[in-house]
């Protein structure tokens, strides 16, 4: 029994190991190439919102055909609608192609982490579910090292547009993997009832009204790190492989806090960490711009990521 349900989660999150350096390393190359190409703050930060556009809007529905099809499927299908969708720069290299690789990527990109979280649901007992998504974190963490650092390395050896083709055919040979492995994951379909008619339903619940709004700040900070800091970087002269290892030290201390977690969960609750980590966060943030020297910024950084990284995995832990 134990091993029918460990392999297949070490599958899922080897699988997602693999797709996600590639997400994670995408915008630190999207946001960087906007830059280059010319773009201002306000124009890089609508590359942002467009990569999270078509996942707010379509997100509820997503989940309802989650619970319903063949969530395998949807992994690869996604994965490889993903790879197809971050080469589009590499053959029109211009800020319009930038907008739409954001679109596409947030809508396919959507699909197969969805696919791929339902499945760490549908594969675990209620014993080992918190467990495995809390292996999932760190898997998501991890990427969040190796994708800046290796997009950043790759950048100022063979430039921006290069980059996005050997994403490409990296994201490609993780759908070939996919294909090749996921399909002998255990088909466990689940079938819900008494599910919220609508979005609406669901914010009419108050846990989970406040629960959406913690998640909504925290995601808000994530993402405003991952779009001021490698600009601000920028700015200040740095080159891409150091702007990489600076986001590298904020995912590293993402992956610290979340090992300690529990621990921190256990002496605090849920919600008085959340509420330290919030704090810590506010007070990185005011101190990042006034900081200068690469090493002050990656230490910085790491501060950010003890706050940031520990409020997203409890974020959802409170929705769940």
């Not at 070490?10 to 390393?25: D, R």
């Not at 010319?38 to 990569?51: K, N």
């Not at 466990?188 to 913690?214: C, E, V, W, Y």
């Not at 990489?244 to 201390?253: N, Q, R, T, V």
Request: proline share 5%.
């Amino acid at each position: 029994r134990c091993n029918r349900i460990v392999k297949p989660i070490a599958l899922v999150l080897l699988l997602m190991l693999g797709a996600q350096v590639t997400s994670k390393g995408s915008r630190v190359l999207t946001t960087l190439f906007a830059v280059d190409l010319g773009a201002g703050p306000l124009e890089t930060g609508l590359l942002f919102a467009l990569h999270g556009l078509f996942p707010a809007i379509f997100s509820v529905y997503a989940g309802r055909i989650a619970d319903r099809v063949d969530n395998r499927v949807m992994f690869y299908w996604g994965l490889g609608a993903y790879a197809a969708t971050i080469v589009l720069p590499y053959f029109y290299p211009s800020l319009w192609m930038l907008y739409l690789q954001a679109a596409l990527g947030g809508i396919t990109s959507m699909v197969y982490i969805l696919a791929a979280q339902n499945l760490i649901g549908l594969l675990s007992t209620p014993q080992t579910r918190t467990r495995n998504y809390g292996w999932y974190s760190l898997t998501d963490s991890m990427t969040a090292i190796i994708g800046p650092i290796l997009v950043g390395i790759s950048i100022d050896s063979i430039r921006h547009p290069p980059t996005y083709l050997w994403l490409c055919i990296y994201t490609f040979a993780c759908t070939g993997i996919a294909y090749a492995t996921v399909m002998r994951l255990p088909q466990q379909m689940r079938k819900t009832t008494n599910q919220a008619s609508s979005s609406r339903d669901l914010l009419r619940l108050p846990a989970m009204r406040s629960a959406l709004m913690t998640n909504g700040i925290v995601m808000a900070g994530i993402d405003l790190y991952g779009l001021y800091l490698p600009v601000y970087a920028h700015s200040l002269g740095f080159d891409a492989t150091t702007i990489g290892f600076i986001l590298g030290a904020y995912a590293a201390a993402a992956v610290v806090v979340r090992l300690a977690l529990p621990y921190l969960t256990q002496g605090w609750g849920e919600q008085r960490t959340v509420v330290v980590a919030l704090t810590i966060s506010t007070v990185g943030f005011i101190g990042l711009p006034f900081i200068e020297h690469a090493g002050l910024l990656a230490a910085i950084s790491f501060v950010l990521g003890l706050g940031l990284g520990c409020g997203q995995p409890l974020a959802m832990a409170l929705a769940f």
